[in-house]
């Protein structure tokens, strides 16, 4: 009996104990801080090279839309060396060119049911009221001129889609493996040919 009670009030090596329970969650929260902090930089670094590219882009009216594009990647590319995708994925930029500022956002609806969309008139009901911005008759998403890099004096809004896997995958699992960043720049190209 008296063994057993020496043993009961025996507080040796209790702090190696409570640390082993306690470390796994604490490792996580400290690995999960620097991969957070890791995305953020690389989502950072993403929204400053589509401007910086979008920019060099919009300033290149006398190239081919073929070579600003090529030009575009190879820009965000680069400063995206850091963050190297997984294996499999890659940078996607999608371009949409429009005639003026005003055409890259849809035009202004009530949105009368709450349903965040426009209801057209259908089946004898009138449909949602909406500013028609170009007096067209007609509700209009955007108005953009193609999926391209445009025209001289065209606005174009560039996205850029990268894949940044985690610095601490077993913190996320191989449910989460990579997030996708995206960051968007919309310029004005040049009015004029530089050359």
């Known amino acids: 009996m008296s063994q057993l009670h020496a043993l ?17 969650a604490l490792i996580a ?37 073929a070579d600003r594009d ?4 190879a820009r965000i590319t680069a400063i995206m060396t850091p963050f190297r995708p ?3 994925r890659d940078l996607v930029i999608t371009t949409t060119a429009y005639k003026k500022f005003g055409d890259t956002r849809p035009e202004d609806y009530t949105d009368s049911n709450g349903n965040g ?8 009901k009138p449909g949602e009221s909406y500013v028609d911005r170009n007096n067209n008759g007609q509700w209009d998403p955007a108005l953009p001129t193609g999926n391209d890099t445009g025209g001289m004096g065209d606005v174009v809004s560039y996205t850029a889609t990268y894949p940044v896997p985690h610095l601490f995958a077993f913190v996320f699992g191989s449910m989460l493996p990579y997030v996708e960043l995206k960051a968007t720049s919309v310029v004005r190209n040049e009015p004029v040919k530089t050359v």
Do not use: K, N, W
Request: proline share 6%.
């Open 8 to 24: 009961r009030s025996d507080a040796r090596g209790i702090a190696a104990v409570e640390f082993a329970m306690i470390a796994p």
């Open 29 to 65: 929260l400290i690995c999960g801080t620097i991969d957070i902090g890791y995305l953020y930089m690389a989502q950072s670094s993403l929204t400053g090279a589509v401007a910086a590219a979008a920019r060099e882009s919009a300033s290149t009216q006398e190239r081919s839309q």
């Open 70 to 73: 090529t030009t575009m990647r």
């Open 86 to 88: 997984p294996a499999g």
């Open 117 to 124: 969309r426009y209801d057209p008139p259908a089946g004898g």
